[in-house]
């Protein structure tokens, strides 16, 4: 276990080779060779610039447990195709083809599943429901929403289409890609260290952001392209609270990973104080293919089906696609509620 960073050291080394972060599980004993801050920006930046857009199609299961001796219960399920424009907070559009949430009720499991889609397209954004069932068969459901914002169920539907824990995703809670976070402008950079280490028996590159309690560090494999492999997030007393780790990889470009299997877990301690894993999240992708380097903006929008009943939240109005307003207003009103 490493033991907690020091708050105080000079933020200049970090140009210089590797500072003493012990990792989880690492060698404390030094680099095998110096990574330089530079090195690390540019193999981060090849893999940024080989993506512009991207197709992945993956599914998602989580699963939780209330104490180390209890049986993990699965608590929910996504099957998505996902397209991202490699941009912060950019176009996307995802297809949650299955979107299953168990629940209990006086100790008799259900079970809520519903398809829909949500799209980005820098500007707009939109949502589709096409079907929602509750412990019976799926029912036909065509309600749409146009909103001014990006929606969360992007951000949510993420992590079973791999791009929440790739190179692209993985820092965009901090609003930066890893590249820009490494740059001299960077408000971040005075608060990262990097540095070279041995973990598992191999090299590897390691950035740490150094947070008021805590760190958070990603690990990145100098022998394969640099990919990304390993989240940790630590809290007070160097507790391990999260640890993501990728265990496959689809090779995209040559030389260019992207996660293809990974595990998500998070860890609590009992009454007895022990570290235990609460909650843990699967993902594995199938498919993942870069798109061209020009989408028009039309890949990022829903193509509304003929019916379906929208609701524009940013005038403030509700129509039925197909349908003249003035002619079926009460139908449309109707069905909206």
């Not at 993420?158 to 901090?174: E, K």
Request: net charge neutral.
């Amino acid at each position: 276990m490493r033991s907690a960073p020091c708050l105080s050291r000079v933020v200049c080394m970090l140009f210089l080779t590797s500072l003493a972060l012990p990792a989880s599980g690492a060698d404390d004993g030094g680099a095998i060779d110096a990574l330089t801050l530079e090195t690390l920006r540019k193999e981060i930046k090849r893999q940024e610039d080989a993506v512009a857009n991207l197709e992945a199609h993956g599914e998602a299961k989580w699963m939780a447990r209330p104490n180390p001796e209890a049986p993990f219960k699965e608590t929910g399920k996504n099957r998505i195709n996902g397209l991202y424009h490699n941009a912060l907070d950019g176009p996307a559009k995802l297809d949650f083809e299955e979107s299953i949430s168990p629940w209990h009720v006086h100790g008799d499991v259900r079970v809520a599943e519903e398809k829909f889609i949500v799209a980005f397209d820098g500007r707009i954004g939109q949502q589709l429901t096409l079907g929602r069932a509750t412990t019976g068969g799926m029912k036909e459901v065509l309600s749409g929403t146009i909103r001014a914002q990006r929606s969360n169920d992007i951000k949510g539907g993420s992590f079973a289409t791999g791009w929440s824990v790739s190179i692209y995703g993985a820092s965009a809670f901090y609003r930066q890609t890893f590249s820009g976070m490494l740059s001299e402008e960077s408000r971040y950079l005075r608060k990262l260290n990097v540095r070279t280490t041995q973990l598992d028996g191999k090299e590897v590159a390691e950035i740490t952001y150094i947070k008021p309690v805590g760190v958070t560090s990603w690990y990145f494999d100098p022998a394969n392209g640099y990919r990304l492999f390993r989240n940790e997030i630590r809290g007070e007393g160097d507790r391990l609270i999260r640890q993501m780790n990728v265990t496959r990889f689809h090779e995209i470009a040559p030389g260019v990973f992207y996660p293809a299997s990974a595990v998500s877990e998070t860890y609590a301690t009992d009454n007895q104080g022990r570290l235990y894993v609460k909650k843990r999240a699967t993902m594995e992708v199938d498919r993942a293919v870069i798109r061209e380097k020009v989408l028009p903006r039309s890949a990022f929008q829903i193509q509304w089906p003929g019916g379906t009943v929208i609701h524009d939240e940013i005038t403030n109005t509700r129509f039925r696609v197909g349908v003249d307003p003035e002619e079926e207003l009460g139908v449309v009103l109707e069905q909206a509620e």
